[in-house]
């Protein structure tokens, strides 16, 4: 069986431990590196993170570059720890991996993997996007490289979760998702308006805690504190598997239903700041001047159907069977 070659960018956060244990678990994916980058937690602490994630599911072969601790413009706006915990890991005060992050900048490895394995390699984002839009910066050709860029963020035609107006990926570097969503490359938009739709119930994670493997088991006690999170903030019964549900795709891309529109950010400092703005994919319309700043942008393939309990299914039969 033919591997996808897989490079996760990614800020643990416990949605980013259970997406980066499905990736491992399956036989289908081949984790190439994970690059860390701030976001739910500052990035030394991501990068930590990272690190305990691979060494306990026994990948301490897989290199790990820690990248941006903070957006293009801006400072770092201090994480979420009412989220995912002061740890970014629910809390659960593990120690640290006895490994390390290697010397490269997370855009210089990530440039490195792609380039090396012209048109093989899924980048798969699931925090802000600005180490990938310093990797674009750094060697444009990637857009003609990568297989595919999967991104974990936006809410194209719902509202947002950071704020009414914006998601949180995206909020926390606008500037770098205007770069990212503007690049000539294949990209697939996974945000609010499919990842709501993926609600792991209570009964499913439960079993999932009674998995035994030192990185199950490890996923298994930090998910209660987002459960406590979604369950009092979003008043579901369990968790979104936001991070996870890029990754589904990859493996059952019928369980989605996609639209193709060229995208904006909105990098003001008002109380938009941070929408995904979809335009009309019509090149005709997109002569209008009112939609001028949308002229000569790529389509975006957004994600805005899913048979969401499909794929929680398919995520807890994988999990289930890896028990990494």
């Keep these: 069986m ?125 925090g802000p996007l600005t180490n990938l839009a310093h990797a674009l910066r750094l060697r444009p050709g990637l857009v003609h490289e990568v297989a595919e860029v999967v991104v974990m963020g936006g809410n194209a035609f719902c509202a947002g979760n950071a704020t009414p107006a914006a998601e949180a990926n995206v909020l926390s570097d606008p500037d770098a998702a205007d770069v990212v969503l503007g690049a000539d490359w294949p990209l697939t938009l996974f945000g609010l308006d499919v990842t709501q739709q993926v609600n792991m119930p209570g009964a499913v994670l439960d079993e999932l805690a009674r998995l035994t493997g030192p990185l199950s088991a490890y996923v298994g006690q930090m998910v209660p504190f987002y459960r406590r999170f979604c369950e009092r903030m979003r008043q579901i019964d369990g968790i979104f598997v936001h991070d996870a549900t890029p990754l589904a795709y990859l493996i059952a891309p019928e369980l989605f239903r996609f639209v193709h529109h060229p995208v904006r950010v909105d990098t003001s400092p008002g109380i938009g700041r941070g929408k995904t703005w979809p335009a009309p994919s019509d090149p005709a319309q997109l002569q209008r001047p009112a939609l001028r700043p949308w002229l000569g942008r790529p389509n975006v393939k957004i994600a805005v159907g899913v048979q969401g309990s499909a794929v929680v299914s398919r995520l807890r039969e994988e999990l289930l069977k890896s028990n990494l």
């Design 2 to 126: 033919d591997k996808r070659l897989l490079l996760i960018d990614t800020d643990p956060g416990v949605d980013d431990a259970m997406a980066i244990q499905f990736a491992l678990g399956l036989p289908q994916f081949d984790v190439q590196a994970l690059t860390t980058v701030f976001g739910n937690v500052a990035v030394e602490l991501a990068t930590t993170n990272a690190l305990r994630l691979l060494h306990l599911a026994g990948r301490a072969d897989i290199p790990v570059a820690q990248g941006a601790a903070h957006p293009l413009a801006g400072a770092f706006n201090g994480g979420a720890a009412f989220v995912h915990g002061d740890d970014g890991q629910g809390n659960t005060d593990y120690p640290p991996a006895p490994t390390q992050a290697v010397a490269q900048p997370a855009a210089e490895l990530l440039a490195e993997v792609i380039s090396r394995h012209p048109g093989q390699v899924t980048l798969v984002a699931l």
